[in-house]
């Protein structure tokens, strides 16, 4: 495997050190191989040559939400919401490393997607469950907990790595999609765990807790609302089948969306509806497992196709949603601005929202910055559900690149101005948020596809590969060495020396 850092460009030159030297070795072009060998303090170039990469089926990926622009003013009417009546591990060791340095070069060429697909397994509708397990504790969140999204559906020995780094950089939660359609996509009651199973095994082989975000309902069940009472079933069926192993459960993403809500106009009745039977279900087959809210895309349009996320959760307390969670979701993206700047600076100064946003400048315009996260907690205390924790299930900062990319306004400097405000993030939520911030989970650790034709690829911590070329970034490792200093784990074993 080769791991590389870029942590040579913040760091002092060997040359400049007294006692060491630097040599380069320069390959001619003319399909000559470059092979560069530079011993530049922080860069952690690693290479491990493992094995053949095995290939799989592919499922589509997730792409990032929160810079859904208003287009329309905010007085445009919505649609009624509808009232809710409430009722009544053993942990595997990780290979060694040995590190071999070198400086990266913009010759070196991106991983490659495989080409070929393995067989896939075939669906059945009476899977025999995993071997039963002791009874779990209830699933606790400190404050705050560290935790990212990772890719894990679809090569076993992709997952394997990654899985390694989320663990060694100290993270104790991994957030994965469990997309309904690719379990029970070939009708009502035909499920196909086996990959779901595989990775339920995997998370607790590193020691892990698991939160999965459940959505996307297969075509034969229809959009919601419609879909309601079959999600709930599927629910039951997977909270039965993983009792203990998964620990919290996302009920949908972003259903303040028209797009993410069977392309009609969002209602919060509607969603809270689905909540409502999601909960009921979940803590029938498993009480102890916790019940997470969607996380709403921040956004100041308020349409037939989109609502700000504050009006939102108002509206879902307001038609009884109280009852039916354990903790808020919230997607906190940090745009332009620091983890600690306020947002109400934010929400009239143009260096900070989107100048192409009509609503801004304006107190609409607080969405632009990861502390508008208090916006919605502040929905909580006035609901009278202080209580509760928030869970940030989305949260980071873009170096988007791409002219062309609706992501590109809002991009930091570099890298390493990314890793700096994420671990930013965590000690402002951490002096300021305890205790009721829960679980900050950070994107991506990313699906090895990505390209940076991808805007998935500039969220992300380290840079998509096979596991025989692994390329860390800077937000890896300072992500890596706050974490673990903050939970006593000692020096982050991918660091700079």
Known sequence: MTQRSDFDDHKESPESRPGRGMT??????????????????????????DREEPTSTLMPTVRPTFTSVALLPSDTPL???????????????????????????????????????APTAQPTATSAPPTARPPSA???????????????????EVAHRDLGLVRDAGFTWVKQWFAWRDIEGQGKGKYDWSTSDRIVGQVEEF????????????????????????????????????????????????PNLAREWGAKAPN?????????????VIKAADPNALVVTAGMA?????????????????????????????ML????????????????????????YNVGDVNCPGPACRIYCFRHVEDLRQIMVDNGDANKKVVVLEFGWTRDERTNSPYYWHRVADQFVQG???VRAYKYAKANWQPWIGLMSLIYMPDVQWSADDEQFWWSVIEPSTVDQLLLKAPYVMLCSHIRAERGLGRCPYAPE
């Open 207 to 254: 020691g892990l807790k698991l939160i999965v975000r459940v959505d996307h309902g297969p075509e034969w069940a229809g959009a919601p609302p419609g879909s309601i009472d079959n999600f709930a079933a599927f629910l039951s069926a997977m909270a039965t089948r993983y009792k203990g192993r998964i620990h919290a459960y996302q009920i949908w993403n972003e």
């Open 298 to 326: 921040p956004t100041t349009e308020l349409s037939q196709r989109a609502v700000p996320d504050t009006r939102f959760i108002q509206a879902m307390y307001e038609a009884g949603a109280k009852p039916y969670f354990d």
């Open 329 to 352: 979701g919230a997607h906190g993206a940090g745009y332009k601005a620091p983890p600690e700047m306020d947002p109400g600076q934010v929400a009239n100064d143009a260096n900070y």
């Open 138 to 156: 209830p699933a606790t969140m400190a404050s705050p907990d560290y935790g990212i999204q990772a890719f894990l559906w679809w090569r076993t």
């Open 79 to 117: 649609p009624p919401t509808e009232t809710v009546e409430p009722s009544p591990v053993v942990v595997e060791t990780p290979a060694t490393l040995t590190p071999t340095l070198e400086v990266p070069t913009a010759e070196t060429p991106p991983a490659q997607a495989p080409t070929a697909e």
């Open 268 to 280: 919060a009745g509607e969603y809270t509806q689905m909540l409502k039977k999601a909960y009921q």
């Open 420 to 422: 700096d405000y994420m």
């Open 24 to 49: 380069a070795l320069v390959a001619v072009l003319g399909g000559a191989i470059v092979l560069a060998l530079l011993f530049v303090a922080g860069a952690a170039v690693l290479r491990l040559v």
